[in-house]
């Protein structure tokens, strides 16, 4: 192992963590692991990684202190007892912008720095050059810098911001979009199931339709620049919407609930009703966002 390279520790050996681990081994950083379960990390120890017995332990043993636990709550239970003092904090467990915000007053308190991060992979992208896998990170840009060239190790860093927060709001949003993506998708396939149609074949269609759309987004995004959502639209959200019925007849027709597709055709035709009618579909959003003003 090579005595050069930084060591840290890393706190929960689920599936990520174990792969965020064995990246960082397989690179030669020396590394302390800690486990709820301590079985889990006999097999990184036969990598060459130092089992703690405690959480308290494995803090201790070095500066840089990664936290890939189930949630928020068990990053507070494990952290309780430990000394954070002078310890470079970084946070990968999945949570709210709200939490990681809470999180980092928390960690300034007993004199760590903060980073918060979104893990924008799976576990077999870790220590895989060219996989595409990333973390985004949000927090003590000091920190981050200082720590960038360890953290890079098992998958691409994206800073996005000192609101420590902010990791976690786009990690939500990418999320979301997936899904909407995967509900999408099972529509369609929803649609040609019981048909004379390949499933593998239409995949095919499905996912290079999907990829050309892609580019929508970057419209969307100069629309909510400008503040025009009638500049360059091709496709107006009056013919959108007159498009729908045969999207919810074919439904019918098929025997498929339109229970994935509603709400934002709903969406539509609120927009319509509203008399924005040559715009494109960017001002649903603004549905989605208004508040209500507080009565009384």
Known sequence: MNSNRTPLTILGLGTMG????????????????????????EPLAAAGATVA???????????????????DASVGTALADTDLTGKDLVDLTT???????TRAEWARSRGARFLDGGIMAVPPMAGVP???????????????????????????TRYVGADPGLA????VALLSAMYGMFAGAAHAFALIRGEDVAPK????????????????VHGTAEHLTSGDYTEGVVSNLA?????????????EEQGVSPELLAPYVDLM?????????????TGVIDLLTRRTAPVG
């Not at 949570?95 to 915000?101: D, I, Y």
């Not at 035709?269 to 579909?281: C, F, I, P």
Request: hydrophobic letters at 50%; one cysteine or more; charged letters at 20%.
């Open 201 to 216: 074949e239409f995949a095919s269609l499905l996912a290079g339709w999907l990829t050309a759309m892609t580019a929508s």
């Open 18 to 41: 174990t792969a965020l681990a064995r990246a960082w081994l397989a690179a030669g950083h020396p590394l302390t692991v800690w486990n709820r379960t301590a079985a889990r990390a």
């Open 53 to 71: 017995a405690t959480a308290a332990e494995a803090v201790a043993a070095n500066d840089l202190v990664v936290v890939c636990l189930l949630d």
């Open 95 to 101: 949570g709210t912008p709200g939490q990681a915000r």
């Open 130 to 156: 060219g996989a595409g896998g990333y973390v985004l990170y949000s927090g003590s840009h000091a920190l981050f810098e200082a720590r960038r060239d360890i953290l890079e190790v098992p998958l691409g």
């Open 239 to 251: 013919m959108q919407v007159a498009g729908t019925a045969t999207l919810l007849r074919t439904a």
């Open 269 to 281: 035709k609120r927009r319509l009703a509203d008399g924005h009618g040559d715009e494109d579909t």
């Open 168 to 171: 976690a709001l786009h990690d």
